[in-house]
């Protein structure tokens, strides 16, 4: 069979136009990413909503907080990270070493040690007792876990890794 007798196949069924597309595609994701990443952390709170997810609020905490201080001295990575560290200590109540083994980890966000810890220790407003008890009353009602048990995994280094100061108010509050 002769290549001129060979039909050919409409457009979208040819390989290397979807190649093309997919190329296309990521290429103007790339950059429109680029762009909302430049924009100032002032126009960013003046333009979202009355009715905040919780990221979004713990993100326009941390971008205050970051804006307190002199943006021109703080690396980008830092202020991420801090930024990170505020949704996980508001919306996951971990405790101040999870949080900072989670920014740095290779199966996490990827820090490095020195962002990480920035962001570890510039949180604002945090109660970590607070946080060890929201934690206990999630093992308490959703795994029915002894109280023991509770102040163990709180206090794990392979669980929550409270201090233990902060997992003993979190047991001693419980039945309140």
């Known amino acids: 069979m002769s290549m001129k007798n060979r039909p050919s196949k409409?457009?979208?069924k040819v390989w290397w136009?979807?190649?093309i597309i997919v190329v296309v595609v990521f290429s103007v994701i790339g950059v429109s990413g680029e762009?909302?990443?430049s924009s100032s952390s002032s126009s960013d709170?003046?333009?979202t909503q009355t009715h905040s997810t919780p990221k979004k609020e713990s993100s326009q905490k941390a971008s205050a907080s970051v804006s307190s201080e002199s943006n021109s001295e703080i690396p980008n990575e830092y202020k991420?990270?801090?930024k990170s560290a505020q949704t996980y200590a508001d919306t996951m109540h971990m405790s101040k070493r999870a949080i900072y083994d989670q920014l740095k980890s290779k199966h996490g966000d990827q820090?490095?040690?020195?962002a990480a810890y920035y962001g570890a220790t510039h949180l604002k407003n945090v109660d970590w007792n607070k946080n060890a008890l929201k934690s206990a009353r999630t093992y308490d009602k959703e795994m029915h876990m002894s109280p023991n048990a509770i102040h163990?995994?709180?206090t794990s280094e392979h669980g929550d890794k409270f201090t233990q100061s902060q997992a003993d108010y979190a047991v001693s509050q419980l039945g309140k």
Do not use: I
Request: hydrophobic share 40%; no cysteine.
């Open 10 to 12: 409409p457009w979208y």
């Open 17 to 19: 136009v979807w190649l």
């Open 35 to 37: 762009n909302s990443g």
């Open 45 to 47: 709170s003046s333009s």
């Open 80 to 82: 991420n990270a801090l």
């Open 111 to 114: 820090f490095s040690a020195k």
């Open 152 to 154: 163990d995994q709180l």
